[in-house]
């Protein structure tokens, strides 16, 4: 079978297609089938079943492309992935599904897309609860949405703070006594949650948010005493905290404000005779009418798809532990 599939826009193409076609050639391994563009056209020949589903991951990407996001390679294997789970019954054309979820972020143009089934049941959960706990594994966007989301809200004037905190909780190795400050001190910790804002807002304009208090970036020790109104203020590796520190936390939560928490239950770094603080509020706040509770696996990872083969290598509870030797029970929303 053969199909020609034409693409007018320069800049869709130059997307699409990657540097020196290097997106197609990933595109034309993973889903055995021949890829030729000539000039405007971009023909797909190969077995049906295989070219049906290859012309649909690229109008996935074309998609992604008119967005304005970058087409880089996660989002290729992504779209593959998510095409390959699609059923007759489920929507795949333009009746604008694909646009379900998009978070606008600072730069003009710019979305964040959940990419998976379990990724928009995050940010549904995320838009319609005043407080989430989200638990997956590595790669499956737990921080990354949430910091999006806080940041759509900031720009939208929905609130008016974000708090970005983490437990300082070392992974199985002990750093000493670092040089510095106390903000030189926690940045090895923090560093993630400055990864994912740099990829939603510029270098100035962070810096300048933080010098206001405006975005605020510090560990969970800092936070006893504090009441936080008018606020995102996500949890990042709260499988890391103890059961007081998460109390702690969650009684922080202020009017027209928001928390998020999210964690890896396989990755828990405390002392072996220490139950985890996430663990502990899973099981006891899940009766509670206003709280969302969505479970990432290891099929909403958006990383290197080798992420998603060495979870699988090391079973659904990695190389970790639970503080109880097995996960809470999970329901998606509450």
Request: hydrophobic share 40%; glycine share 8%; proline share 5%.
């Amino acid at each position: 079978m053969e199909l020609t599939i034409t693409i007018s826009s320069a800049a869709e193409r130059e997307a699409l297609f990657g540097p020196a076609n290097r997106t197609l050639r990933l595109l034309r391994d993973e889903l055995s089938v021949s890829l030729v563009a000539r000039g405007h056209s971009l023909r797909i020949s190969g077995r049906a079943p295989a070219v049906s589903r290859a012309a649909a991951v690229v109008e996935a990407l074309r998609k992604i492309a008119r967005s304005g996001t970058y087409v880089d390679q996660e989002a290729v294997f992504s779209s593959v992935r998510d095409v390959g789970t699609l059923t007759a019954d489920q929507p795949s054309g333009d009746d604008g599904s694909d646009a379900e979820g998009a978070i606008e972020v600072y730069p003009r143009g710019r979305y964040i897309r959940p990419r998976t089934p379990g990724q928009k049941d995050y940010v549904k959960g995320i838009a319609a609860n005043d407080l989430v706990f989200c638990i997956g594994p590595a790669g499956t966007g737990k921080t990354y949405l949430a910091v999006a989301m806080a940041v759509a809200a900031l720009k939208q004037g929905r609130i008016k703070r974000i708090i970005l905190v983490r437990p300082a909780v070392e992974a199985g190795e002990r750093l000493g006594f670092l040089p510095g400050d106390m903000q030189a001190k926690v940045n090895p910790y923090l560093r993630p949650l400055f990864d994912a804002l740099h990829d939603m807002m510029e270098f100035d304009q962070i810096k300048r948010l933080m010098v206001n208090d405006v975005i605020e970036v510090i560990p969970l020790a800092f936070m006893r005493g504090r009441t936080l109104n008018d606020s995102v203020v996500i949890l990042d590796e709260s499988q890391n905290t103890t059961a007081a520190q998460m109390l702690m936390f969650l009684t922080r939560l202020g009017h027209n404000s928001k928390m998020i928490v999210t964690g890896d239950i396989s990755q828990i770094d405390l002392p072996p005779n220490q139950p985890s603080g996430m663990i502990d509020a899973w099981r006891k706040l899940r009766p509670i009418k206003g709280v969302a509770f969505v479970e990432l696996t290891a099929q909403d990872i958006v990383r290197h798809r080798l992420v998603n083969a060495v979870v699988k290598a090391y079973g659904s509870n990695g190389s970790g532990r639970s503080a109880s030797g097995r996960k809470p029970d999970t329901a998606h929303e509450g």
